[in-house]
């Protein structure tokens, strides 16, 4: 299977990352003036950061869901909905995002391996709700009232979601294409070897090479809200 460009409408399985968004305003993490350049992460997106300091963490949180809330849907999010829509096959789109811009842009189903900060869960019952403008410590859980709100995301040294599910969506691609994340970030960079391991073609969209760009058999270089749409237009006019 791997030699074919386009599998027989097979699994395409599709993982994002934050470079996707950029171009809706979102900016990333490592990349010169992202995220991590202009904050600690181990203050904001850590459970211990979030004992020592809970209000600057829900903050930051309400700060990033308010710009996710401004921001739209990028050509890149749109091509994204369009394979799902079109593909004959299977595809299963897995985001490391926590913006919900790949559900705006109509996306039939989007695995967040990483949360979704569009949602609040409590610490003490895991129950789960739609994450107010602004957050505060002593905001009680509706479910059980204890004063243990944070945002539904996975932080560094957590167990990211939907593990299982995205395991054997990786057992069975015919094709993984990752988009727009540097590859720095585990278990999300060891995908591409998952899905190669298991017969699959693999291909990279990034602006520049990631830290895995090796190990793909296709990569294309350039800005998602350009190289996705095109990518994806060269996949369903394929014969
Ligand atoms: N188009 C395509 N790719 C882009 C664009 C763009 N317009 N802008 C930036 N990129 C690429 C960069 O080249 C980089 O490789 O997106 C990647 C972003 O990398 P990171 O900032 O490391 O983001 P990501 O890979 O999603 O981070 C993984 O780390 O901080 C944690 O939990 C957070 O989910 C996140 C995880």
């Known amino acids: 299977m791997r030699d074919r460009a386009v599998p027989e409408p097979g699994h395409i399985v599709i993982l994002t990352g934050a470079g996707v968004s950029a171009e ?28 020592r300091d809970p209000g600057a963490v829900l903050a930051f949180y ?7 809330r401004a921001a739209r849907p990028n050509p890149a999010h749109h091509a994204l909905a ?31 391996m990483h949360g979704s900060h569009m949602a609040a869960r409590c610490a003490a019952c895991g129950h789960r709700w739609p994450a107010p403008a602004v957050m505060a410590p002593a905001d009680p859980c509706p479910a059980c009232a204890a004063a243990a709100a944070r945002p539904d995301v996975v932080w560094f040294g957590e167990t990211p979601q939907h593990m299982e599910r995205i395991a054997a969506a990786l057992r069975a691609a015919d094709l993984f294409v990752s988009i727009g994340t540097s590859g720095a970030v585990y278990p999300a960079a060891g995908f591409a070897a998952a899905a190669r391991a298991a017969g699959a073609r693999t291909v990279e969209l990034n602006l520049e090479p990631s830290e895995n760009a090796r190990i793909f058999d296709e990569t294309h270089h350039g800005r998602a809200s350009e190289i996705v749409p095109a990518w994806v237009a060269g996949i369903l006019a394929a014969p």
């Open 24 to 51: 809706s305003g979102l900016g990333t993490f490592r990349d010169p003036g992202g995220l991590w350049s202009r904050h600690d992460w181990r203050d904001l997106v850590t459970p211990e950061g979030f004992a």
């Open 62 to 68: 309400d700060w990033r869901r308010e710009r996710a």
């Open 82 to 112: 369009r394979i799902a829509r079109d593909w004959p096959g299977t595809v299963t789109l897995v985001t490391q995002n926590v913006d919900d811009l790949h559900e705006r842009a109509g996306q039939p189903e989007v695995i967040h």
